[in-house]
């Protein structure tokens, strides 16, 4: 009687401290709170396949934030991003996806905000000057008014989400620069580079101001503009909707790799 009491209770403390060991594994295997948000190039325009249910939105199944939820565990997942998005409609549109347990946040946002797909068209469809122009004016707007934008928006995802890492990703360039790539040319090729390293200079100050995480994936995508012979994005399309925005490779090779870096780290912890 005595050896069978013992046993059972070797066996009740093996069954405990067996428990006590699983229970760390299994709350890392169950993995974040992820909420995707933001504007087109995180909704997967110009990415193709498309969710019916999300309209306008243009959610993809190809964009980042579904390929990378599609390979790592996460306890829940929220597509918020929406084509066309500013800072002002993800501030009161998209927000309600985030909660206090949201412990991920994905956000690509500003380009709407300066003008970027005006710009764009512009550069397309009139003169050098008329495009560098437009750059200019997307420039200062981007320089004087969009970082107090940044800073509000960050501040209320900061608030209804205390503890979640915000990685905040930037724009890649259009272009490629060499000679003999038939289009627009090279003076408003470097013209639209150069918006794209204002917004993400102004994008990434203010994701440091606001303690989050900044990636920047024009290194993803050197060498795979367009005028590369490998280009990741799509260049003047009809619609004009898609018109310069990453393809669905973009996305696997130079969105999601961006994102998966910066994420790493907290789920190496």
Request: aromatic fraction near 8%; charged fraction near 15%; proline fraction near 4%.
């Amino acid at each position: 009687m005595r050896r069978s009491r013992l046993c059972q209770a070797a066996a009740g403390t093996a069954a405990v401290l067996a428990a006590s060991l699983a229970a760390p594994v299994q709350a890392r295997a169950a993995g974040p709170d992820y909420v995707a948000l933001g504007d087109s190039y995180s909704s997967g325009t110009g990415a193709g396949s498309y969710d019916p249910a999300s309209g306008d939105c243009q959610r993809s199944a190809n964009a980042y934030p579904r390929r990378w939820a599609a390979a790592h565990a996460h306890s829940s997942f929220a597509f918020a991003a929406c084509s066309g998005a500013t800072t002002a409609t993800v501030a009161s549109g998209q927000l309600g996806s985030l909660a206090a347990k949201t412990d991920l946040v994905s956000i690509t946002v500003g380009g709407n905000d300066a003008g970027f797909a005006r710009v764009m068209q512009t550069c397309v469809l009139q003169s050098a000057t008329s495009c560098q122009n437009a750059v200019a004016g997307a420039r200062t707007f981007a320089e004087q008014t969009l970082p107090g934008r940044l800073d509000g928006l960050f501040a209320a995802i900061r608030r209804r989400s205390p503890s979640a890492r915000v990685v905040v990703l930037g724009y890649p360039h259009l272009y490629t620069i060499v000679s003999g790539c038939v289009g627009i040319g090279n003076t408003k090729r470097t013209a639209l580079n150069s918006a794209a390293d204002t917004l993400d200079q102004v994008a990434g100050a203010a994701a440091r101001r606001a303690g989050f995480v900044f990636s920047d994936v024009r290194d993803e995508f050197a060498g795979h503009e367009l005028c590369s012979g490998d280009g990741w994005i799509n260049g003047v399309t009809v619609p004009l909707g898609s018109s310069y925005h990453p393809t669905a490779k973009g996305h696997a090779n130079g969105y999601l790799p961006a994102f998966a870096g910066a994420v790493a780290p907290a789920l190496a912890r």
